[in-house]
């Protein structure tokens, strides 16, 4: 139910631009999130987008990264830009409310090189 899409290998500086289509309940209905998960470490929070347009961000891709949703499309990105090498990982799209994240998607791996 959730897919994502555009992960892939850039230098550190570049922008990358991840999607995450989702079904339009799911999407009108709950929070959206990315999270990532770096080889040999544990799946870390990036950013959610509430229902109410609210949003926010882990510390590390604050002022880098960027959420949005588009309703019209079912979907959900994020504008990764000025990308680090630590911000390789495997990225996954993420749906749910105050009780947890219901929803995953398959992940989509994303390589910064220095």
């Known amino acids: 139910q959730l897919v994502e899409f555009g992960g892939g290998s850039v230098q550190a500086g570049g922008s990358l631009r991840l999607s995450c289509v989702a079904s339009?309940?799911?999407?009108?209905?709950?929070?959206m999130a990315w999270f990532r998960q770096a080889q040999g470490k544990a799946r870390e929070f990036v950013s959610f987008?509430?229902?109410?347009?609210?949003?926010k961000y882990a510390d590390s891709v604050k002022g880098r990264f960027t959420i949005s949703r588009d309703n019209a499309k079912s979907s959900v990105y994020l504008q990764m830009n000025s990308l680090k090498p630590e911000d390789t990982a495997m990225y996954y799209c993420?749906?749910?409310?105050?009780?947890?994240?219901?929803?995953w998607g398959q992940g989509t791996q994303v390589t910064v090189s220095s």
């Open positions: 339009r309940s799911i999407l009108s209905t709950n929070r």
């Open positions: 987008s509430s229902t109410d347009g609210s949003t």
């Open positions: 993420a749906a749910g409310g105050p009780t947890g994240w219901q929803y």
